[in-house]
């Protein structure tokens, strides 16, 4: 967000206070409005590619917000296949019930789901098969030292493993350098998300 100074202020300098006031709905649907505005804009200059946008956990458990989501995607030209939508494992464990039936709603469309921070909660796993995901984020406390501590890299393996018999791919958060990189490489971690891959830039949308 640009603060009234033009400087840029960073998310958790104002998402925890957004989530207190029951404002996230409001911001997602913000900021999925921009998005499909910006992506019509480039699908006439160009072809598109997958687009990931975080959703909070106030706003998936909220049918009236899923619903006005639902009929906003019906209404854009751009097509559902390109969007991936995040939510986080704890957002989506504290309501199950209702994010599986918002993800079911969302991917009808043809949307698709990444579960954020995988492995953060100690019941992810009774939990996960529950959720129609098509993508598992591990948690980048386990990625961040994978390549010198055997631990992280047994649970990191673990997640992937899991993953893959279910028929969803992995995305290795925090892969800050290229041992990291090669590590999973040699798990076969389907993706990798980090400045090892890309460094990460900012996109202003008036």
């Known amino acids: 967000m640009i603060g009234e100074d033009g400087e840029i202020v960073p998310p958790m300098s104002f998402i925890p206070v957004a989530e207190r006031y029951d404002?996230?709905?409001?911001?997602?649907?913000?900021?999925v409005e921009n998005f499909l505005r910006y992506c019509a804009q480039k699908r006439r200059q160009s072809s598109l590619g997958r687009y990931t946008i975080n959703l909070s956990g106030a706003s998936i458990?909220?049918?009236?917000?899923?619903?006005?989501?639902?009929?906003?995607?019906?209404?854009?030209?751009?097509?559902?296949?390109?969007?991936?939508?995040?939510?986080?494992?704890?957002?989506?464990?504290?309501n199950l019930t209702s994010?599986?039936?918002?993800?079911?709603?969302?991917?009808?469309?043809?949307?698709?789901?990444?579960?954020?921070?995988?492995?953060?909660?100690?019941?992810?796993?009774a939990y996960l098969k529950h959720l129609p995901v098509d993508y598992l984020k591990i948690d980048g406390s386990f990625v961040?030292?994978?390549h010198r501590d055997p631990v992280d890299r047994?649970?990191?393996?673990?997640?992937?493993?899991i993953a893959h018999v279910m028929g969803l791919k992995t995305i290795a958060e925090y892969v800050e350098n290229?041992?990291?990189l090669q590590v999973l490489r040699e798990i076969g971690v389907d993706y990798a998300q980090g400045d090892a891959v890309a460094e990460p830039h900012l996109l202003f949308i008036d």
């Open 99 to 125: 994010a599986a039936k918002s993800i079911r709603q969302l991917k009808n469309l043809g949307c698709q789901f990444a579960l954020d921070d995988f492995g953060s909660g100690m019941s992810s796993l």
């Open 61 to 94: 458990n909220k049918p009236k917000f899923v619903d006005g989501l639902e009929e906003m995607l019906r209404r854009s030209s751009v097509p559902c296949e390109v969007i991936c939508f995040e939510i986080t494992e704890t957002a989506a464990i504290a």
């Open 178 to 180: 290229q041992r990291i």
């Open 23 to 31: 404002l996230m709905p409001e911001i997602d649907f913000w900021v």
């Open 144 to 146: 961040r030292n994978i």
């Open 154 to 161: 047994a649970m990191v393996e673990s997640c992937n493993h």
